[in-house]
């Protein structure tokens, strides 16, 4: 690596770890810092297995810096499907099959949302896959739809 990659990561780093501070700022300043710990201590596996109104709550509250854009925009998360499957070790774990509404439906950023998503719910240790409902993609025009299929990063299925 020359100086100036060198230079190119160190500024990315910093402006990665600002924005990490800034939305987690936000979130904070928009929901009670106790009920986001209650929503994270909650296992998802009951929250799915009893049906539980506090299963959106609580994908929400794991979510990192991409929830600050969630909540500015006006947008959130839906599960178009979960399902309950056995990892080798006998253990159970969720797939989910995401969806979103509100503005995130029309925004130009949704890609970067997506893997955003996928990434903070795979953080838990409960969860097994992230995917995204296949409708979705009707809302890029060709380019985007293009863009997203080929750089993403996730996956789309059918529901």
């Known amino acids: 690596m020359n100086d100036g990659d060198e ?10 770890a ?13 929901h009670d810092p106790a009920e986001l710990d209650r929503l994270r201590s909650l296992s998802l596996l009951k929250l799915v297995k009893s ?15 991409v929830r600050a854009a969630l909540d500015g925009h006006g947008g959130g998360l839906l599960v178009a499907k979960v399902e309950i499957e056995k990892m080798h070790s006998g253990a159970d774990a969720l797939s989910f099959v995401i969806d979103l509404d509100g503005s995130c439906v029309s925004c130009g950023a949704a890609p970067g949302t997506l893997k955003g998503i996928q990434e903070d719910l795979l953080m838990d240790d409960e969860v097994l896959a992230v995917r995204f409902a296949a409708q979705m993609l009707e809302w ?8 997203v299929l080929k750089h993403g990063g996730v996956t789309f299925v059918e529901v």
């Open 7 to 16: 230079l190119a990561e160190a500024y990315r780093l910093q402006a990665e």
């Open 51 to 65: 049906n539980h109104p506090d299963l959106i709550p609580a994908l929400m509250s794991r979510l990192g810096p």
């Open 140 to 147: 890029f025009d060709e380019l985007q739809r293009e863009f």
């Open 18 to 30: 600002m924005m990490t501070k800034e939305a987690e700022r936000r979130v904070l300043e928009a």
